[in-house]
């Protein structure tokens, strides 16, 4: 489901995109089922994959004058951007399951 713009309830901030993806996530050769949920403000994002209690990882990133903030992207392009960071910054590799990159209604 689309979304445009609605308000964090915990941070009471306004437009936010919520995305909720299924990943595989590659740990020590294996092939793990994963979600990956991301916050995207037009000037940072956070987000969580989740693969159990044990195993899971935060990152975020702010906008700066290299990446030009996060709005101009198209959700692939900026989903490519969270999996980048995720492997450069985190150490940590998955791969999308399915070519749905839009958004979903919070919760």
């Known amino acids: 489901m689309n979304i445009k713009a609605t308000t964090n309830p915990t941070s009471g901030r306004a437009n936010v ?3 909720e993806i299924d990943m595989v996530n590659r740990f020590n050769d294996e092939a793990l089922p994963a979600k990956l949920t991301v916050e995207r403000y ?7 994959l989740f693969v159990r209690p044990d195993l899971y990882k935060r990152m975020a ?3 700066m004058p290299l990446n030009r903030g996060f709005e101009w992207q198209t959700h692939e392009e900026f989903l490519d951007r969270v999996r980048m960071v ?3 910054t985190g150490g940590v590799f998955f791969d999308f399951i399915n070519d749905d990159y839009e958004p979903v209604s919070p919760k």
């Open 17 to 19: 995109t919520y995305y």
């Open 86 to 88: 995720f492997g450069f």
């Open 42 to 48: 037009a000037d940072e994002w956070e987000g969580l």
């Open 61 to 63: 990133q702010v906008a």
